[in-house]
Structure formats: C-alpha cells, structure tokens
C-alpha cells in the first residue's frame, strides 16, 4: 500500500482547505447561523481532524470526539439539499485556492467524491 492522500497533501493542505471553508461559513445566510459564533475555531478544528484521519493522518479526532458518527453528530441541525448544496459550493471554492502542483488532478477527484458523498448523506429532511 503506497502512501495516503494525508502523506501526499500534508497537514497545511488539510488546515488551509479547512480554513477557506469556514471563512466563507461565516458570513454565510444558510449555513452560518448552524454555528456557535464563539466556537469557530472548534468547528475547523473538528473538520480538519476528521479529514485528516479519513485521509490516513493522526487519529486526532477518534482521541478528541471518539467515533465520527457523522450523521447522528449532524441529526439536530435541519439538513436539506438547499444546505447540503451551499456546503458544497463553499467547499469547491475553498478548493479554488489550490494549483494542479498543490492538488493534483486524481487526489481532487478522490476529495472532492468523499465531499459530495458526506454532503449528501447529511441530508435528514425533505
């Protein structure tokens, strides 16, 4: 087994990723109110810690939050395609920022399949 896509990227990849997509939450109309105001640095860090395990880097979430359990995690928000769409948008922009040299071609693929797939899965109402 050849090296993860964690080992290809590296942590900066993974934080920087992280960091455009809560620069954009923010302010955003749809997505921001679903976050504490005071706790966005929690919230990157949660995000980062889990697409970086995923991706075969430290367990860092496991050791901080336990399981994933994404979608119970995710139960009390009110998550529709308007939401999971919007996610997705401002996590493509985020990926923006990345060059062919920093993000090459077939691991944007592989990301950015893990992101739709998550996304949708999070949806829990019509």
Do not use: C
């Amino acid at each position: 087994m050849g090296p993860s896509l964690y080992d290809e990227l590296g942590e900066d990849f993974f934080r920087r990723l992280v960091h455009g997509f809560y620069e954009q939450v923010k302010t955003d109309d749809l997505l921001g109110p679903m976050y504490p105001a005071d706790d966005w640095e929690g919230a990157e860090n949660r995000l980062r810690w889990f697409l970086v395990q995923y991706w075969g880097g430290p367990h860092t979430f496991q050791a901080e939050r336990g399981r994933p359990m994404l979608r119970k995690r995710h139960f009390p928000f009110s998550i529709g395609m308007p939401e999971a769409e919007r996610w997705l948008e401002l996590m493509e922009r985020s990926f923006a920022q990345f060059g062919e040299e920093e993000l090459p071609v077939d691991a944007r693929a592989q990301l950015w399949n893990h992101m739709q797939r998550v996304a949708y899965m999070m949806i829990n109402r019509q």
